[in-house]
């Protein structure tokens, strides 16, 4: 063990490329246990620590370098569900889609690579300590690099109960900034061992121990974490006193096809499978029925759909919430019609009392950036991606719908990972008492990118002080109470039909996060915009040593 442990250290503090390159790959795999395995949450805490060691004192273009090969060791191995994801969605070949992957990890790769570049620069140009600076670029980069599937640090960390409480205050993004303070401050305590000795053990060794920096960032550490266990314990017993309802979950794993799919057999438009499980969940005494995004239902579009489904319903005395393709004429001429993708709710009586029309669509997968005003580059981009992209109009407004005492906020699929968005729909439904999320993840075929979904949208509950329910077409689904503990998650690539009952509160209606959503990520924008600011003032070298 100690020679391992001295090949290692000598590694850490190589000069060599070669052996930089591999710690930095090494890095960013740790990174991703904390999203392959949610259990392993705590790797996120110090997965940044090899990779600061590599980037210290070494110049910019090899700091960029070193923090791409991080990037391209995190993002291969969590998000390597992308080369299933483009056979399904495209039908390319393995070879082919390996290498589309291949140069979306290099894409995705760039968000490490800058906050490296950025931290580095920031270090050496500006008279701020690095404690402050590593946790302001991995927030802001993290927040802000455009990307198609986005990832937050905090979003491994959801069961971890104890650091997520405090994301009612700051959103995920404080989460972020305490994961990366955590890493910042190891980095350095790791890096000090560097020039110990026995000899050197004295008095002035403690003290630098002992410094404010040290004692200010533990502090820091120490309240969040501090608060996290008093308002988890709070929480738990403040649930126990709450109502429950009782929720249905359905979950009809449908495969996913670019071609146009047929009802299942023995079933019809009018009777889909989601209906006859339906049925067995309201004998169970289901208050409400959630079917997640999935095929179409023609609900919309037909007149004799909806009033089997109004038959239906009213027969069985629950509420009814589903998702479906609402198709809209277009009076401009330009196109046949318009489509919205579309969360509906059927009350007792069998009557629809809302929909709501989805507002932030999948990029390439419901619209084209840019284009889609433009038919002719319009035409070209469809070309490429083919059947996949199924071109949704953006809806308005957001939605709030009543089932018994629940006021349900819908979310379709991709909205869950926003919590801007999801927050917005909570102070606007002002009376909203439980998220409901309906997705179909059925693309990314039977990897973990499920699993990463749903594990995102457990912050969104704690975030907005409000109980969850995640239903998703392939699954897991999820149920989570205000605090964030996962009370029911289905089996994966399961068919079946689930009752959960789900604690909620009536006079329960968000959050400080959910009022005021872009305060914190805001402050950080500003400070960040500082510390560029000084930057460019004339050159000078400062050197972050703990004094």
């Not at 979306?104 to 690095?130: D, G, M, S």
């Not at 095929?295 to 069985?316: E, G, N, P, T």
């Not at 969850?468 to 068919?495: C, E, R, T, W």
Request: some cysteine.
């Amino acid at each position: 063990m100690e020679i391992a442990h001295q090949a290692f250290r000598k590694m850490i503090f190589s000069r060599s490329l070669q052996q930089q390159t591999l710690v930095s790959l090494f890095s960013g795999g740790l990174l991703s246990l904390s999203y392959l395995n949610a259990d392993l949450y705590l790797f996120a805490w110090f997965a940044f620590v090899p990779l600061l060691m590599v980037i210290n004192q070494v110049g910019l273009k090899r700091t960029y370098w070193l923090g791409m090969v991080f990037g391209i060791g995190f993002y291969t191995s969590a998000a390597y569900w992308v080369v299933d994801f483009l056979m399904l969605s495209k039908g390319y070949g393995k070879v082919v889609s390996v290498i589309w992957a291949i140069i979306f990890w290099l894409y995705c790769a760039q968000l490490t690579a800058l906050v490296a570049l950025i931290f580095n620069t920031l270090k050496r140009r500006t008279p701020i300590h690095e404690f402050l600076i590593f946790p302001l670029v991995v927030v802001t980069l993290y927040s802000i690099f455009p990307m198609l599937f986005s990832v937050q640090l905090g979003e491994s960390q959801s069961r971890f109960l104890s650091a997520i409480q405090a994301t009612e205050f700051v959103g995920v993004y404080g989460l972020d900034a305490m994961i990366a303070l955590a890493n910042i401050v190891l980095f350095r305590l790791f890096s000090s061992l560097r020039f110990r000795t026995l000899a050197s053990n004295n008095v002035s060794t403690q003290a630098q121990g002992l410094n404010r920096y040290y004692v200010f960032s533990g502090l820091v550490l120490i309240v969040w974490f501090a608060y996290g266990v008093f308002a988890n314990w709070s929480w738990e017993k403040k649930i126990e006193h709450w109502e429950t309802a009782r929720v249905g979950i359905v979950q009809p794993n449908e495969a996913p096809s670019l071609e146009y799919l047929n009802v299942f057999p023995g079933y019809s438009r009018a009777y889909p499978p989601e209906m006859e499980m339906t049925e067995r969940l309201a004998s169970g005494g289901a208050e409400l029925v959630v079917w997640p995004e999935a095929r179409y239902k023609a609900y919309f579009d037909r007149l004799h759909v909806r009033a089997v489904y109004k038959d239906s319903i009213s027969k069985l005395k629950t509420n009814l919430l589903f998702q479906d393709i609402e198709r809209v004429s277009d009076d401009s001429g330009e196109r046949p019609y318009h489509q919205y993708n579309v969360a509906g709710m059927i009350d007792t009586k069998g009557n629809l009392i809302g929909h709501y029309q989805k507002i932030k669509r999948v990029a390439f997968g419901e619209y084209v950036p840019l284009v889609s005003d433009f038919p002719k580059a319009r035409g070209v981009v469809e070309g490429f991606f083919g059947k996949f992209l199924n071109e949704m109009e953006k809806g308005s407004s957001y939605q709030s719908f009543g089932a018994a005492d629940l006021r349900i906020i819908p979310l379709i699929c991709y909205e869950t990972m926003f919590p801007e968005f999801v927050a917005g729909a909570v102070e606007k439904a002002e009376t909203g008492n439980i998220l409901v999320g309906l997705s179909s993840n059925g693309w990314f075929g039977t990897t973990v990118q499920p699993y990463q979904h749903v594990n995102a949208s457990v912050l969104r509950a704690v975030e907005n002080r409000l109980p969850l329910v995640h239903a998703v077409n392939n699954g897991p689904s999820v149920a989570v109470q205000a605090n964030g503990k996962i009370i029911f998650m289905s089996d994966y690539h399961q068919a079946g039909g689930y009752i959960v009952d789900i604690p909620y509160s009536k006079d329960n209606q968000g959050s400080f996060f959910s009022l005021h959503p872009y305060l914190f990520i805001y402050s950080v924008y500003f400070l960040l915009s500082m510390l560029i600011f000084l930057s460019l003032s004339p050159v000078r070298t400062f050197h972050h040593r703990l004094t």
